[in-house]
């Protein structure tokens, strides 16, 4: 369905550093919650993700399998318990992170967008 294909096009395109096609599925006025409390619109996580000099090695998840899909169908929640990334900095330093997320989806004029994550690391 065009939701799964939509969500497993945006990880694939995390997984290969194509961070214009990942963060083209955010909506400017998205909230993104972080376990601190911190919040960031979509707007800002776009400019904030793209000021890093990180790299994506490895990705643990392309499609989601915790998906729910509202009974309108306009609307979705897709969790991650155990998201495992692998970045590499400038330096070649690996810097590995653990972390759930919850992204919620929402169906606008025929495409969906995010408009809501939470992040929660997870301590090693």
């Known amino acids: 369905d065009l939701l799964l294909a939509t969500v ?6 995390y997984a290969d550093n194509d961070l214009d096609t990942y963060l083209s599925n955010y909506m400017d006025d998205a909230t993104i919650l972080y376990q601190d409390g ?3 619109s979509g707007l800002e ?18 499609t989601p399998d915790h998906v729910t899909l509202a009974p309108d169908g ?14 590499q900095d400038a330096d070649g ?3 590995p992170v653990d972390y759930a997320e919850t992204d919620v989806w929402w169906l606008i004029d025929g495409v969906w967008k995010v408009s ?8 090693e």
């Open 93 to 95: 330093t690996r810097i």
């Open 38 to 40: 911190s919040i960031q």
């Open 45 to 62: 996580y776009k400019e904030s993700f793209l000021s890093l000099n990180w790299d994506v090695v490895s990705l643990n998840v392309i």
């Open 116 to 123: 809501h994550i939470h992040y929660n690391e997870i301590p």
């Open 8 to 13: 497993t096009k945006a990880n694939q395109a």
């Open 74 to 87: 306009n609307s979705a929640i897709i969790q991650y318990p155990l998201m495992r990334v692998v970045y």
